[in-house]
């Protein structure tokens, strides 16, 4: 008998489906759905590139920041964007995040390019040399080695050392086992990501970087199954923004015996409201196209002077602003707006103003003027809201 086996009990490397709570099956599902309505929803460019600097930014935080790094999520763009200047003091909490995105990057050629997803101790040990990779460390922590020594995190005490090498190699071999049925293959791949998570962090293999190494590999799970770039760093997200959450629903685990369907249902859950605030940017998106294209339509044919003055300010006052604003601002939001009115009397503004109001694009409230995109939502399907 080994040593974690009467210290770790719960370390079984089974799971019994039929324990899952029925919550966490239609999270299950309805994070498939989602994530299959993502995949299929095209981006402008412009749109494509935000969404993705914007969800790497949230991931690559939400790994490192989960172990106490300090950069902002605008930092962390600004990094990305290679805008950002950190004074010397400050420097290694950049390097954490690049050593994430290298991995990530690493990760997703594999899957993406080289079309290798499989699971291995030799690539975990990879991905955690390349995590520590020129960071201060203690004498006793050499990336990417299996740790010789007792380690404890808060009030748990790791997997006995003399056993991580093995329990590595069975975690291993167990995930690349796993059954994932082909017409369910996002649901079931959301759950092996998950056991992957939690099994390796109550292992606890490495001296450092447990946490960033098992959220890349619940990355690598999430992109192997088709679940898109963007969608696959949401689980870390999640489990950064309920940090509190996250260490009780692992506490949790190991006082049930290895019984992680609570886990599950927290993380699927979680995992579905992340899904849900892509969906509203790729909404609000598509919103915009059919604006876009309703402003355009009702100018039809029509390219006076006037005409075009009145379709640009239609477009750019909507694109500026959800808010109402005074007529008198209205040159201010934007270039085309200041150089189509520069020469222009006020008089011009306001006939310009109640022109688009008599066609229905822009409407007057007490604050001032504002572009009615909320007339697109007249042109979807009939249904009754509760």
Same mark, same amino acid.
């Given at each position: 008998?080994?040593?974690?086996?009467?210290?770790?009990? &719960?370390?079984?490397?089974?799971?019994?489906?039929?324990?899952?709570?029925?919550?966490?099956?239609?999270?299950?599902?309805?994070?498939? $759905?989602?994530?299959?309505?993502?995949?299929?929803?095209?981006?402008?460019?412009?749109?494509?590139?935000?969404?993705?600097?914007?969800?790497?930014?949230?991931?690559?935080?939400?790994?490192?920041?989960?172990?106490?790094?300090?950069?902002?999520?605008?930092?962390?763009?600004?990094?990305?964007?290679?805008?950002?200047?950190?004074?010397?003091?400050?420097?290694?909490?950049?390097?954490?995040?690049?050593?994430?995105?290298?991995?990530?990057?690493?990760?997703?050629?594999?899957?993406?390019?080289?079309?290798?997803?499989?699971?291995?101790?030799?690539?975990?040990?990879?991905?955690?040399?390349?995590?520590?990779?020129?960071?201060?460390?203690?004498?006793?922590?050499?990336?990417?080695?299996?740790?010789?020594?007792?380690?404890?995190?808060?009030?748990?005490?790791?997997?006995?050392?003399?056993?991580?090498?093995?329990?590595?190699?069975?975690?291993?071999? &167990?995930?690349?086992?796993?059954?994932?049925?082909?017409?369910?293959?996002?649901?079931?791949?959301?759950?092996?990501?998950?056991?992957?998570?939690?099994?390796?962090?109550?292992?606890?293999?490495?001296?450092?970087?447990?946490?960033?190494?098992?959220?890349?590999?619940?990355?690598?799970?999430?992109?192997?199954?088709?679940?898109?770039?963007?969608?696959?760093?949401?689980? $870390?997200?999640?489990?950064?923004?309920?940090? *509190?959450?996250?260490?009780?629903?692992?506490?949790?685990?190991?006082?049930?015996?290895?019984?992680? $369907?609570?886990?599950?249902?927290?993380?699927?859950?979680?995992?579905?409201?992340?899904?849900?605030?892509?969906?509203?940017?790729?909404?609000?998106?598509?919103?915009?196209?059919?604006?876009?294209?309703?402003?355009?339509? %009702?100018?039809?044919?029509?390219?006076?002077?006037?005409?075009?003055?009145?379709?640009?300010? *239609?477009?750019?006052?909507?694109?500026?602003?959800?808010?109402?604003?005074?007529?008198?601002?209205?040159?201010?939001?934007?270039?085309? %707006?200041?150089?189509?009115?520069?020469?222009?009397?006020?008089?011009?503004?306001?006939?310009?103003?109640?022109?688009?109001?008599?066609?229905?694009?822009?409407?007057?409230?007490?604050?001032?003027?504002?572009?009615?995109?909320?007339?697109?939502?007249?042109?979807?399907?009939?249904?009754?809201?509760?």
């Amino acid at each position: 008998m080994r040593t974690y086996e009467q210290t770790h009990p &719960w370390l079984t490397f089974q799971i019994d489906l039929s324990l899952i709570k029925y919550e966490a099956w239609i999270a299950l599902g309805e994070a498939q $759905s989602k994530c299959e309505h993502i995949s299929g929803a095209p981006l402008r460019p412009a749109v494509a590139k935000r969404l993705h600097m914007v969800y790497l930014a949230k991931g690559v935080l939400a790994t490192t920041a989960i172990e106490g790094n300090t950069l902002t999520e605008s930092e962390v763009i600004k990094h990305l964007q290679g805008e950002l200047k950190l004074p010397p003091s400050r420097e290694y909490l950049s390097k954490e995040i690049d050593n994430i995105i290298a991995v990530c990057d690493e990760i997703a050629a594999d899957i993406l390019v080289r079309d290798k997803a499989e699971i291995s101790v030799e690539k975990i040990k990879g991905y955690n040399k390349s995590v520590l990779d020129g960071l201060s460390l203690d004498e006793s922590i050499v990336p990417g080695r299996v740790r010789t020594y007792s380690v404890g995190v808060g009030g748990y005490r790791a997997a006995p050392a003399e056993d991580c090498e093995y329990l590595l190699e069975k975690l291993c071999s &167990w995930l690349n086992e796993f059954k994932i049925p082909e017409n369910s293959r996002i649901t079931f791949a959301i759950v092996k990501a998950i056991i992957a998570h939690i099994y390796f962090v109550l292992i606890h293999p490495f001296g450092d970087g447990n946490g960033r190494t098992a959220r890349l590999i619940e990355f690598q799970i999430l992109l192997e199954a088709g679940i898109p770039t963007p969608a696959a760093h949401l689980l $870390s997200n999640f489990y950064n923004q309920t940090r *509190a959450e996250y260490y009780r629903q692992l506490d949790k685990t190991t006082k049930m015996n290895g019984d992680i $369907s609570d886990f599950i249902k927290y993380a699927s859950t979680g995992f579905v409201d992340q899904l849900k605030e892509q969906l509203m940017i790729i909404r609000n998106q598509q919103w915009d196209i059919v604006w876009r294209n309703y402003v355009h339509e %009702m100018f039809k044919d029509q390219m006076s002077e006037a005409a075009v003055r009145q379709r640009h300010l *239609a477009l750019d006052l909507s694109l500026a602003t959800d808010e109402s604003i005074r007529i008198s601002k209205i040159p201010e939001t934007s270039t085309r %707006m200041a150089a189509a009115y520069a020469k222009k009397t006020g008089k011009t503004l306001v006939r310009d103003v109640n022109k688009l109001i008599s066609m229905g694009l822009l409407e007057r409230d007490k604050r001032g003027i504002r572009a009615r995109k909320d007339v697109i939502l007249a042109f979807l399907p009939a249904r009754k809201f509760n």
